[in-house]
């Protein structure tokens, strides 16, 4: 049987959509299929070396568990996209969820192919020293070539 | 010919990023599709009992079709989030859009399987009591396994 | 050997995910695919005659890379938006990004389908007149039935 294989397009660059790619990219890769990120947009932070800086923010997502309801504005005040972000950290240490650094590690260790977009990082002046090692930089033409050939082929 | 199959991954817990699961998942199964919604993150808030909580946020949406122009900092104002939610929702019902409850009750008349992410579950302390009936548990690994025979496989 | 096939469900009508869309439908009807995007809820700005309203926001999405740091309630200061748009449009020039329209128009030249969803159409109260020649109107039915026939599907 041919080796399945799966691509996913990371376009988003916060802590909570940062998960999907790598826990989908992870599993596969576990499962046996051959497997291919390629990073553009906003989804390029997810590839530097310091992850700190990636967070969540509570503002235009009426959906985010929050521990205790608050009001838009004081949502919007600053420091609260940090403690957000901290609380929804210290929530998936606490119920051992694996931090994003173990989880990207993982796919890396498994094969799993990270490719950042040349456009975007152009467009937004990241340097490659930027980025952690072991990643390929290409366009959105070699992506689809491998992308037309897989079994899942995801757009986060 | 064998069966088209269809897998959704829900992310999203707003209004507005509800409807495509139901309506795709009942549209397709309509169409002889074998559907699987895989519901994780703010998607959970999908399988709760009570959908009162579904709101849509005018805030980092430019794209929102509003009827009057409004100012960012108007629409961060207490209670806006309620306002833009409940002038959607009577936009829909004047339009004849059904209720979200009325599209997800439709996907499971046409046996479109629902399953919550157990690992979001957790992590968010929902209990199982929080949502509706003849949904199952589960983990990505199985989900994927299924998502890996489709003919249709959408992140939303 | 058989024509590939994409199809793109576009959801979104921000400035910058507008892009998608139109750069892997561009790049893979390059490539030699069959295309059809269908836009629906948001993504019916992206077919309006002017773009010129597709904006960003820099609320909600801490991973926007920023000229300046600043913080969330400066953000959400009127004109806000329209800066950040216009700073981000001036980048893209400079950089060399195609305009929006133009990536549009090339899709188009290369027989992108593009599909306006009837429903979000009356939702909304779009006219026809709004929007750009050339495109169909239907519904999620009928674009599943091309959706179910691809290699590639994704859901912006």
């Known amino acids: 049987m041919a080796t399945k294989k799966m691509a996913i397009i990371a376009t988003k660059g916060t802590l909570d959509m940062a998960y999907p790619p790598f826990i989908l ?42 521990p205790v309801p608050m009001p838009v504005l004081v949502a919007a005040l600053p420091g609260m996209e940090s403690m957000a972000t901290m609380m929804m950290k210290q929530k998936m240490k606490k119920k051992g969820v694996a ?21 975007t990082v152009d467009l937004f002046d990241f340097e490659k020293s930027d980025f952690i090692d072991g990643i390929e930089f290409g366009g959105a033409s070699t992506f689809l070539e491998f992308a037309g050939e897989t079994d899942i082929c995801l757009f986060v």
């Open 25 to 66: 990219g992870s599993t596969a890769a576990a499962l046996g299929y051959e497997v291919q990120i390629f990073f553009t947009f906003y989804g390029l932070q997810l590839l530097r070396r310091d992850l700190s800086d990636v967070k969540i923010s509570p503002l235009g997502n009426p959906a985010m568990p929050m």
């Open 99 to 119: 931090p994003l650094e173990e989880l990207r590690a993982l796919c890396q260790e498994a094969d799993v192919k990270f490719i950042a977009c040349q456009m």
